[in-house]
């Protein structure tokens, strides 16, 4: 049986405000829960889990600090609306100071505070082989349960850093700065780039002032139909196909 301190530590980290004081956040479900077991280091604390899962995983259960649960404790815990067979407790990821941005392509998100487009951002760099994003402070919390739901496990394998963007650009000296706007060269008519940086702005107010200071090419993808804008991780998804 779960203990009700454990079940009011679980819940609190539902809230941001508990989260940010907390060294570790919840991953749940089968799909993430089992990328997190397959890295090197892990960093999982505790899982809480349905007997089914524990029968279906039982070679790494046994070497985990699993507990069995009920479905009604799982409900209790879980921070989703349908809960799904397992819960972690999981150490945040360590992410070093220093950020490299040479021979590579980064992503730099200048207010993204919707958490479902955070999460696909995250998958999406994932999928395009970037490892590395970095946010200003406002953009949504990575360890928000529906970034980390949104990202289906590409959490585990991109490096998410927050800081003061409009400053931390101002330093990438020599690196190309390219930024989705609405008004900017045709990004089908770009060449594949190896090294750069790619911001994408706000859902709704676009690039701050302060960040576009850094931009030295504007990039827009071509609009055929009426749409005032598109979704920040579509076009995200967009440019990358073109440009990595």
Same mark, same amino acid.
Not at 52 to 58: F, G, T
Not at 81 to 106: G, M, R, Y
Not at 176 to 183: H, T
């Given at each position: 049986?779960?203990?009700?301190?454990?079940?009011?530590?679980?819940?609190?980290?539902?809230?941001?405000?508990?989260?940010?004081?907390e060294p570790?956040?919840?991953?749940?479900?089968?799909?993430?829960?089992?990328?997190?077991?397959?890295?090197?280091?892990?960093?999982?604390?505790?899982?809480?889990?349905?007997?089914?899962?524990?029968?279906?995983?039982?070679?790494? $259960?046994?070497? &985990? @600090?699993?507990?069995?649960?009920?479905? !009604?404790?799982?409900?209790?815990?879980?921070? /989703?609306?349908?809960? +799904?067979?397992?819960?972690?407790?999981?150490?945040?990821?360590?992410?070093?100071?220093?950020i490299t941005?040479?021979?590579?392509?980064?992503?730099?998100?200048?207010?993204?505070?919707?958490?479902?487009?955070?999460?696909?951002?995250?998958?999406?760099?994932?999928?395009?082989?970037?490892?590395?994003?970095?946010?200003?402070?406002?953009?949504?919390?990575?360890?928000?349960?529906?970034?980390?739901?949104?990202?289906?496990?590409?959490?585990?394998?991109?490096?998410?850093?927050?800081?003061?963007?409009?400053?931390?650009?101002?330093?990438?000296?020599?690196?190309?700065?390219? $930024?989705?706007? &609405? @008004?900017?060269?045709?990004?089908?008519? !770009?060449?594949?780039?190896?090294?750069?940086? /790619?911001?994408?702005? +706000?859902?709704?107010?676009?690039?701050?002032?302060?960040?576009?200071?850094?931009?030295?090419?504007?990039?827009?993808?071509?609009?055929?139909?009426?749409?005032?804008?598109?979704?920040?991780?579509?076009?995200?998804?967009?440019?990358?196909?073109?440009?990595?």
């Amino acid at each position: 049986m779960l203990v009700k301190s454990k079940l009011k530590y679980i819940q609190s980290l539902g809230q941001k405000k508990f989260r940010q004081q907390e060294p570790v956040f919840v991953a749940e479900g089968p799909k993430l829960v089992n990328e997190l077991i397959a890295m090197e280091n892990p960093g999982i604390i505790e899982i809480f889990a349905l007997k089914n899962w524990i029968e279906e995983n039982k070679s790494v $259960a046994d070497k &985990l @600090n699993v507990q069995e649960i009920s479905t !009604i404790e799982l409900e209790k815990i879980s921070h /989703l609306t349908t809960p +799904n067979q397992v819960l972690a407790l999981v150490k945040k990821f360590e992410t070093s100071d220093e950020i490299t941005v040479k021979n590579k392509i980064t992503l730099a998100l200048d207010n993204i505070q919707d958490p479902g487009n955070m999460g696909t951002i995250i998958r999406i760099a994932d999928w395009y082989g970037i490892d590395q994003i970095i946010c200003n402070a406002q953009s949504a919390d990575i360890y928000n349960t529906k970034v980390i739901q949104s990202t289906m496990g590409s959490i585990c394998r991109v490096q998410v850093h927050y800081t003061t963007l409009s400053n931390w650009l101002s330093k990438q000296k020599g690196i190309p700065v390219y $930024a989705a706007m &609405l @008004n900017g060269e045709d990004v089908t008519s !770009i060449n594949k780039i190896t090294e750069g940086i /790619l911001v994408i702005g +706000n859902e709704a107010k676009g690039i701050s002032d302060e960040v576009l200071a850094s931009v030295t090419t504007k990039i827009t993808i071509p609009q055929k139909g009426k749409a005032e804008s598109l979704n920040a991780a579509v076009a995200t998804g967009i440019i990358l196909s073109h440009i990595v």
